[in-house]
Structure formats: structure tokens, C-alpha cells
């Protein structure tokens, strides 16, 4: 868990079945394991269908799909939390989904920001440019120049920043795991 200003301020470390152990802090948590609300006082966490206590690795209430999620209507992710995850207590997911879609998240953002950082590094360059005229007014003409180079390369860098931003906005690989169907 982090401050606005990207400070820790705690770490929790999970088993297989959500049981967590606090590694650094005392900040409590409001989301636990794979996103479920933390309720503190019972020490449960909370799905939308029902709720789910990591000490005993099971769900609380029976399966909202009844049999038809298998025989043992309290047990969590079929007994195979490496293999599955639960968000809401009654559809079971691929865990292998979860994180190809956070990998594709991951790269989204990526795609998004490095142009993002390579503007502000071009930036940063003219301005320093910029600064070199007044620091050595007798090479005034060559850090002109430099100066007018780095305008050139911001301004492609915000082009390519324009065109990207438009490109993942629209499509891609995001939009297409979101539009995956996922079944019970």
C-alpha cells in the first residue's frame, strides 16, 4: 500500500487461500487477495455473491450456481487457487486471464506513457538549450540551433504522443480482453 506521494506504507503477503500476513506496517486494508472488500472485524473477505473467510479457505455460503459449480458448494476456486480466481463468489475465473489481462493493461499504459516521458524528456532538452544561450553567450548561435533541434524532436514526440493516445483510446488489445466472455 502506498501514500499519494508513492511511499510504502504497508506490505501483506498471501497463501494460496488468501490468508495474509502484514510484512511491513500497520495500515489496514480495505481490499484483501484478489480484490475482495477486507471486513476487519469478522476477518472475512466479501464478494458480491457471498463471503469467503481465508483461515478456513472456503466460502461461507453455498454456491449461488448450486450443483452446477460441482458437489462441494463451499469450496473456493474448485480447491486450485493458483490456477483460478474469484472475484465475486459465484464465477470462477482462469487465473492465467487475470494476468494476461493485466499484462495487456501493463503494456497499454506502457504504449501511453513512453511517448509521455520521451515529450517531457525533449522537453527537458530544450529547455536546457534554451538555458545555454544565456549561460554562454558567446556560442549563442550553436545552442540557438541545438535549441531548434530539440523543438523539432519535442514536436514529434507530441505528435506520436497525439497519434498514440487517439490509436489506444479507440482499439486494441484492452478493449479486446474486456469484450472476453467469460463462462461459470
Not at 50 to 61: E, F, M, T, V
Request: glycine share 8%; proline share 5%.
Amino acid at each position: 500500500m502506498f501514500t499519494g506521494g508513492g511511499t510504502v506504507v504497508a506490505r501483506y503477503d498471501y497463501d494460496p487461500f488468501g490468508r495474509s500476513t502484514t510484512v511491513l506496517g500497520t495500515t489496514p486494508t480495505d481490499f484483501n487477495f484478489t480484490g475482495l472488500y477486507r471486513h476487519s472485524k469478522s476477518n472475512l473477505d466479501l464478494a458480491t455473491y457471498r463471503a469467503y473467510d481465508p483461515d478456513l479457505g472456503r466460502w461461507l455460503s453455498r454456491d449461488p450456481m448450486a450443483e452446477r459449480g460441482g458437489i462441494n458448494l463451499y469450496r473456493y476456486v474448485n480447491n486450485e487457487p493458483i490456477v483460478f480466481v474469484d472475484h465475486d463468489g459465484k464465477n470462477l475465473v482462469a487465473a492465467a486471464i487475470v494476468v494476461g489481462v493485466v499484462a495487456i493493461v501493463a503494456w497499454e499504459t506502457y504504449q501511453l506513457l513512453h511517448p509521455a516521458k520521451k515529450a517531457g524528456d525533449a522537453y527537458g532538452d530544450y529547455v536546457g538549450k534554451c538555458n545555454d544561450i544565456l549561460r554562454d553567450p558567446d556560442n549563442a548561435e550553436q545552442h540557438a540551433q541545438e535549441a531548434m533541434d530539440a523543438t523539432r524532436q519535442l514536436d514529434d514526440h507530441l505528435r506520436q504522443l497525439a497519434t498514440e493516445a487517439g490509436t489506444h483510446a479507440a482499439t486494441g488489445p484492452l478493449q479486446e480482453a474486456i469484450d472476453i466472455p467469460h463462462k461459470p
